[in-house]
Protein backbone atom coordinates (compact mmCIF):
# COMPACT_ATOMS: atom_id res chain seq x y z
CA UNK A 1 0.00 0.00 0.00
CA UNK A 2 1.13 3.21 -1.18
CA UNK A 3 1.66 5.27 2.41
CA UNK A 4 3.17 8.89 2.42
CA UNK A 5 5.70 7.88 4.71
CA UNK A 6 6.49 4.73 3.07
CA UNK A 7 6.66 6.16 -0.45
CA UNK A 8 9.03 8.48 0.17
CA UNK A 9 11.16 6.08 1.91
CA UNK A 10 11.52 4.41 -1.92
CA UNK A 11 12.09 7.53 -3.17
CA UNK A 12 15.06 7.56 -0.74
CA UNK A 13 13.88 10.75 1.71
CA UNK A 14 14.48 8.20 4.66
CA UNK A 15 14.21 9.45 8.36
CA UNK A 16 17.08 6.87 9.49
CA UNK A 17 17.16 6.54 13.14
CA UNK A 18 18.37 4.60 16.61
CA UNK A 19 16.35 2.84 18.15
CA UNK A 20 17.28 -0.34 17.94
CA UNK A 21 20.71 0.34 19.22
CA UNK A 22 18.59 2.17 21.78
CA UNK A 23 16.63 -0.86 22.49
CA UNK A 24 19.49 -3.42 22.56
CA UNK A 25 21.42 -1.17 24.98
CA UNK A 26 18.31 -1.06 27.11
CA UNK A 27 17.51 -4.86 26.95
CA UNK A 28 14.16 -3.55 25.46
CA UNK A 29 11.71 -5.96 23.99
CA UNK A 30 9.70 -4.13 20.67
CA UNK A 31 6.43 -5.19 22.97
CA UNK A 32 8.21 -3.79 25.84
CA UNK A 33 8.83 0.03 23.83
CA UNK A 34 5.36 -0.48 22.18
CA UNK A 35 3.51 -0.73 25.42
CA UNK A 36 5.16 1.98 26.66
CA UNK A 37 4.96 4.58 23.85
CA UNK A 38 1.14 2.96 22.90
CA UNK A 39 1.47 1.78 19.70
CA UNK A 40 1.31 -1.42 18.06
CA UNK A 41 4.74 -3.42 18.50
CA UNK A 42 4.86 -4.00 14.78
CA UNK A 43 5.15 -0.18 14.60
CA UNK A 44 8.32 -0.22 15.97
CA UNK A 45 9.69 -2.50 13.75
CA UNK A 46 7.94 -0.45 11.11
CA UNK A 47 9.61 2.89 12.22
CA UNK A 48 13.37 1.14 12.87
CA UNK A 49 13.26 -0.44 9.31
CA UNK A 50 12.62 3.04 7.99
CA UNK A 51 9.28 1.67 6.31
CA UNK A 52 7.65 4.06 8.42
CA UNK A 53 7.98 7.75 9.54
CA UNK A 54 6.58 8.53 12.73
CA UNK A 55 4.44 11.70 13.64
CA UNK A 56 5.58 14.46 15.18
CA UNK A 57 3.89 13.72 18.73
CA UNK A 58 5.50 10.14 18.40
CA UNK A 59 8.78 11.16 17.91
CA UNK A 60 8.61 13.39 21.06
CA UNK A 61 7.03 10.72 22.99
CA UNK A 62 10.35 8.19 21.40
CA UNK A 63 12.65 11.04 22.48
CA UNK A 64 11.16 11.71 26.13
CA UNK A 65 11.15 7.43 26.74
CA UNK A 66 14.70 7.34 26.12
CA UNK A 67 15.92 10.71 27.88
CA UNK A 68 17.58 12.13 24.63
CA UNK A 69 17.13 14.80 22.10
CA UNK A 70 15.32 14.35 19.18
CA UNK A 71 18.48 14.45 16.88
CA UNK A 72 20.09 11.97 18.37
CA UNK A 73 17.67 9.24 17.73
CA UNK A 74 16.24 10.46 14.18
CA UNK A 75 18.57 11.91 11.41
CA UNK A 76 17.49 12.36 8.09
CA UNK A 77 21.21 10.96 7.06
CA UNK A 78 22.48 7.92 7.83
CA UNK A 79 24.30 7.76 11.75
CA UNK A 80 27.57 6.84 12.44
CA UNK A 81 27.88 4.11 14.82
CA UNK A 82 27.96 4.46 18.33
CA UNK A 83 30.90 3.48 19.31
CA UNK A 84 32.56 5.44 16.62
CA UNK A 85 31.09 8.83 17.58
CA UNK A 86 32.32 7.84 21.67
CA UNK A 87 35.74 6.36 20.97
CA UNK A 88 36.76 7.77 17.41
CA UNK A 89 37.51 5.54 14.43
CA UNK A 90 41.04 4.04 15.67
CA UNK A 91 41.65 1.64 12.42
CA UNK A 92 41.08 4.82 10.72
CA UNK A 93 44.63 6.13 8.72
CA UNK A 94 46.11 9.14 10.43
CA UNK A 95 45.35 12.37 8.83
CA UNK A 96 48.31 12.84 6.93
CA UNK A 97 48.40 9.93 5.20
CA UNK A 98 45.03 10.59 3.83
CA UNK A 99 46.28 13.83 1.83
CA UNK B 1 -0.40 -8.53 11.77
CA UNK B 2 -0.81 -9.38 14.91
CA UNK B 3 -3.48 -11.44 16.70
CA UNK B 4 -3.66 -13.38 13.49
CA UNK B 5 -7.18 -14.68 13.23
CA UNK B 6 -7.80 -18.36 11.35
CA UNK B 7 -10.74 -18.40 9.06
CA UNK B 8 -11.91 -22.50 8.84
CA UNK B 9 -8.27 -23.21 10.39
CA UNK B 10 -6.69 -21.35 7.68
CA UNK B 11 -4.32 -18.70 9.11
CA UNK B 12 -4.62 -15.67 7.95
CA UNK B 13 -0.77 -14.25 7.97
CA UNK B 14 0.27 -15.01 4.91
CA UNK B 15 -0.30 -12.30 2.16
CA UNK B 16 -1.73 -15.46 0.31
CA UNK B 17 -4.49 -16.61 2.33
CA UNK B 18 -5.79 -13.44 2.69
CA UNK B 19 -6.12 -12.16 -1.08
CA UNK B 20 -7.73 -15.71 -1.47
CA UNK B 21 -10.44 -14.60 0.78
CA UNK B 22 -10.76 -11.68 -0.58
CA UNK B 23 -11.52 -13.27 -3.77
CA UNK B 24 -13.70 -16.16 -2.94
CA UNK B 25 -15.45 -13.42 -0.29
CA UNK B 26 -16.25 -11.53 -3.99
CA UNK B 27 -16.87 -14.36 -5.96
CA UNK B 28 -19.77 -15.74 -3.70
CA UNK B 29 -20.68 -12.05 -3.60
CA UNK B 30 -21.17 -11.31 -6.98
CA UNK B 31 -22.82 -14.71 -7.80
CA UNK B 32 -25.22 -14.13 -4.81
CA UNK B 33 -25.90 -10.47 -6.45
CA UNK B 34 -26.42 -12.41 -10.11
CA UNK B 35 -28.75 -14.94 -8.70
CA UNK B 36 -31.21 -11.59 -7.77
CA UNK B 37 -30.96 -9.85 -10.28
CA UNK B 38 -31.92 -12.88 -12.61
CA UNK B 39 -34.58 -13.40 -10.62
CA UNK B 40 -35.01 -17.19 -11.02
CA UNK B 41 -38.46 -18.57 -10.25
CA UNK B 42 -37.94 -19.47 -6.06
CA UNK B 43 -36.43 -16.00 -5.32
CA UNK B 44 -39.38 -14.67 -7.04
CA UNK B 45 -41.55 -16.90 -4.76
CA UNK B 46 -40.00 -15.42 -1.80
CA UNK B 47 -41.91 -12.04 -2.12
CA UNK B 48 -40.30 -8.54 -2.17
CA UNK B 49 -40.05 -8.31 1.85
CA UNK B 50 -38.30 -12.34 1.87
CA UNK B 51 -35.93 -11.01 -0.95
CA UNK B 52 -34.79 -8.14 0.91
CA UNK B 53 -34.06 -10.06 3.82
CA UNK B 54 -32.04 -12.61 2.29
CA UNK B 55 -30.13 -10.15 0.14
CA UNK B 56 -29.19 -8.71 3.38
CA UNK B 57 -28.81 -11.69 5.27
CA UNK B 58 -26.55 -13.19 2.54
CA UNK B 59 -24.33 -10.17 2.47
CA UNK B 60 -23.78 -9.66 6.37
CA UNK B 61 -23.15 -13.56 6.42
CA UNK B 62 -20.59 -13.37 3.02
CA UNK B 63 -19.12 -10.45 4.36
CA UNK B 64 -18.84 -11.47 7.99
CA UNK B 65 -15.13 -13.06 6.83
CA UNK B 66 -13.89 -9.92 6.07
CA UNK B 67 -14.93 -8.06 8.65
CA UNK B 68 -14.40 -9.78 11.12
CA UNK B 69 -10.28 -10.10 10.07
CA UNK B 70 -10.34 -6.18 9.89
CA UNK B 71 -11.86 -5.45 13.39
CA UNK B 72 -9.43 -8.11 14.66
CA UNK B 73 -6.63 -6.54 13.25
CA UNK B 74 -7.53 -3.47 14.47
CA UNK B 75 -8.49 -1.46 11.68
CA UNK B 76 -11.71 -0.40 13.07
CA UNK B 77 -13.97 2.25 12.03
CA UNK B 78 -13.06 6.02 13.67
CA UNK B 79 -14.44 5.47 16.68
CA UNK B 80 -15.33 9.03 19.35
CA UNK B 81 -12.43 7.83 21.95
CA UNK B 82 -9.93 10.86 22.16
CA UNK B 83 -6.42 10.10 20.63
CA UNK B 84 -3.49 10.56 22.97
CA UNK B 85 -2.96 14.49 21.63
CA UNK B 86 -6.22 15.25 22.51
CA UNK B 87 -5.30 13.87 26.38
CA UNK B 88 -2.28 15.60 26.08
CA UNK B 89 -3.56 19.35 24.96
CA UNK B 90 -6.58 18.18 28.29
CA UNK B 91 -3.30 18.08 31.01
CA UNK B 92 -4.36 14.21 31.21
CA UNK B 93 -2.04 11.30 31.37
CA UNK B 94 -3.28 9.19 28.54
CA UNK B 95 -4.71 5.98 29.95
CA UNK B 96 -3.62 2.34 29.02
CA UNK B 97 -3.67 2.00 25.21
CA UNK B 98 -6.86 0.01 24.26
CA UNK B 99 -6.02 -3.11 22.06
CA UNK B 100 -7.94 -2.43 19.37
CA UNK B 101 -7.47 1.31 18.81
CA UNK B 102 -5.67 1.71 15.92
CA UNK B 103 -2.23 3.57 16.46
CA UNK B 104 -1.06 6.38 13.59
CA UNK B 105 0.54 3.66 11.43
CA UNK B 106 -2.55 1.47 11.01
CA UNK B 107 -4.37 4.94 10.90
CA UNK B 108 -2.49 5.81 7.59
CA UNK B 109 -2.77 2.38 5.94
CA UNK B 110 -6.66 2.52 6.90
CA UNK B 111 -6.93 6.21 5.49
CA UNK B 112 -5.16 5.29 2.50
CA UNK B 113 -7.31 1.85 2.13
CA UNK B 114 -10.72 4.67 2.35
CA UNK B 115 -9.27 6.88 -0.46
CA UNK B 116 -8.33 4.17 -3.12
CA UNK B 117 -11.72 2.59 -2.45
CA UNK B 118 -13.47 5.90 -2.82
CA UNK B 119 -11.57 6.35 -6.26
CA UNK B 120 -13.10 2.70 -6.95
CA UNK B 121 -16.41 3.88 -5.60
CA UNK B 122 -16.25 7.26 -8.07
CA UNK B 123 -15.71 5.46 -11.27
CA UNK B 124 -18.34 2.70 -10.27
CA UNK B 125 -20.53 5.63 -9.59
CA UNK B 126 -19.84 6.82 -12.88
CA UNK B 127 -20.67 3.36 -14.80
CA UNK B 128 -23.87 3.11 -12.68
CA UNK B 129 -24.90 6.26 -14.07
CA UNK B 130 -24.71 4.47 -17.67
CA UNK B 131 -25.69 1.51 -17.23
CA UNK B 132 -29.51 2.31 -17.65
CA UNK B 133 -28.10 3.08 -21.34
CA UNK B 134 -27.09 -0.63 -21.33
CA UNK B 135 -30.64 -1.92 -20.22
CA UNK B 136 -32.54 -0.48 -22.25
CA UNK B 137 -33.24 -3.52 -24.19
CA UNK B 138 -34.20 -5.46 -21.61
CA UNK B 139 -38.00 -5.64 -20.16
CA UNK B 140 -39.16 -3.05 -17.39
CA UNK B 141 -39.03 -5.62 -14.34
CA UNK B 142 -35.85 -7.33 -15.79
CA UNK B 143 -33.70 -3.95 -15.98
CA UNK B 144 -35.40 -2.85 -12.56
CA UNK B 145 -33.71 -5.86 -11.05
CA UNK B 146 -30.50 -5.76 -12.45
CA UNK B 147 -30.41 -1.96 -11.43
CA UNK B 148 -30.90 -2.87 -8.21
CA UNK B 149 -28.30 -5.70 -8.03
CA UNK B 150 -26.55 -2.79 -9.48
CA UNK B 151 -26.80 -0.62 -6.32
CA UNK B 152 -26.69 -3.17 -4.20
CA UNK B 153 -23.46 -3.79 -5.17
CA UNK B 154 -22.27 -0.02 -4.78
CA UNK B 155 -23.09 -0.53 -1.48
CA UNK B 156 -21.13 -3.69 -1.27
CA UNK B 157 -17.93 -1.87 -2.57
CA UNK B 158 -18.47 1.35 -0.19
CA UNK B 159 -18.61 -0.75 3.08
CA UNK B 160 -16.13 -3.48 2.18
CA UNK B 161 -13.90 -2.59 -0.18
CA UNK B 162 -11.71 -0.15 2.05
CA UNK B 163 -11.06 -3.55 4.52
CA UNK B 164 -10.60 -5.52 1.37
CA UNK B 165 -7.72 -3.38 -0.05
CA UNK B 166 -6.52 -3.37 3.40
CA UNK B 167 -6.37 -7.09 4.09
CA UNK B 168 -5.30 -7.62 0.49
CA UNK B 169 -2.29 -5.36 0.64
CA UNK B 170 -0.77 -5.56 3.93
CA UNK B 171 2.39 -7.78 3.41
CA UNK B 172 3.57 -10.90 5.01
CA UNK B 173 4.90 -9.65 8.26
CA UNK B 174 8.88 -10.06 8.65
CA UNK B 175 10.29 -13.01 10.65
CA UNK B 176 11.43 -10.50 13.32
CA UNK B 177 7.59 -9.37 13.80
CA UNK B 178 6.78 -12.58 13.58
CA UNK B 179 8.92 -14.09 16.42
CA UNK B 180 8.05 -11.31 18.51
CA UNK B 181 4.49 -11.95 20.45
CA UNK B 182 6.43 -14.88 21.84
CA UNK B 183 8.87 -12.73 23.28
CA UNK B 184 6.66 -10.61 25.40
CA UNK B 185 6.23 -13.26 28.02
CA UNK B 186 10.30 -12.13 28.69
CA UNK B 187 10.33 -8.84 28.02
Known amino acids: ?99 | MSNTPTILGMSMAPQKNRRMLVAVTYTILVAFIAVFAVMPSWVHALGPFGRQLVVLAGVLLFLAPLQWLTMLTKFTPLGGRPTSVEITRLGLTPGPRDPYDPDERELAIRNAAYYQAFRVIMIYSFLLFLAPDFLHHLSDSTAQHWMKALLLLLFIIAWSLPQAIVVWTEPDAPEEDRLEPARRGNS
Not at chain 1, 11 to 20: C, E, P, S
Not at chain 1, 29 to 39: E, F, P, W, Y
Open chain 1, 1 to 99: MELGSNSDARNGDRLYNRIAVLRAERGLSRSALANALQVNYQTIGYIERGDFKPSLELAFRISEYFGLPIEAIFSRTPFRPLSEEVYGNHNAPPSGDSK
